[in-house]
């Protein structure tokens, strides 16, 4: 594998730092644990999705994310939460007249 990527493009790049961050909190075990993924969504998406604050509120969002419900986030898991955050932001960055609505998407 090549020391450095070729030129890519912004999507890919976004991409990268998807698999990045998920990597950062997962560390050598690639799964999420609960603490992990509070902490990635406060410190990385809090300007997209209230902070977490409540437990009752992570083990609800962990329990819908935990498919097969080995109490580890997974990356496929993970992006199943980059997919619906995105969907839901969708309309805030719609372009409308110029303006960008200022609340946050979930």
């Given at each position: 594998?090549?020391?450095?990527?070729?030129?890519?493009?912004?999507?890919?790049s976004?991409?990268?730092?998807?698999?990045?961050?998920?990597?950062q909190?997962?560390?050598?075990?690639?799964?999420?644990?609960?603490?992990?993924?509070?902490?990635?969504?406060?410190?990385?998406?809090?300007?997209?999705?209230?902070?977490?604050?409540?437990?009752?509120?992570?083990?609800?969002?962990?329990?819908?994310?935990?498919?097969?419900?080995?109490?580890?986030?997974?990356?496929?898991?993970?992006?199943?939460?980059?997919a619906?955050?995105?969907?839901?932001c969708?309309?805030?960055?719609?372009?409308?007249?110029g303006?960008?609505?200022?609340?946050?998407?979930?």
């Amino acid at each position: 594998m090549p020391d450095t990527l070729p030129a890519v493009s912004d999507l890919e790049s976004s991409m990268l730092t998807i698999i990045q961050t998920f990597h950062q909190y997962s560390g050598q075990k690639s799964n999420l644990k609960k603490a992990d993924l509070k902490e990635l969504i406060n410190n990385e998406m809090n300007n997209f999705i209230v902070k977490i604050k409540e437990n009752d509120t992570l083990d609800k969002l962990f329990a819908d994310l935990d498919q097969n419900g080995d109490l580890e986030i997974d990356f496929k898991e993970f992006i199943a939460l980059i997919a619906m955050v995105t969907s839901a932001c969708n309309e805030l960055f719609v372009p409308k007249l110029g303006q960008r609505k200022t609340e946050k998407c979930c």
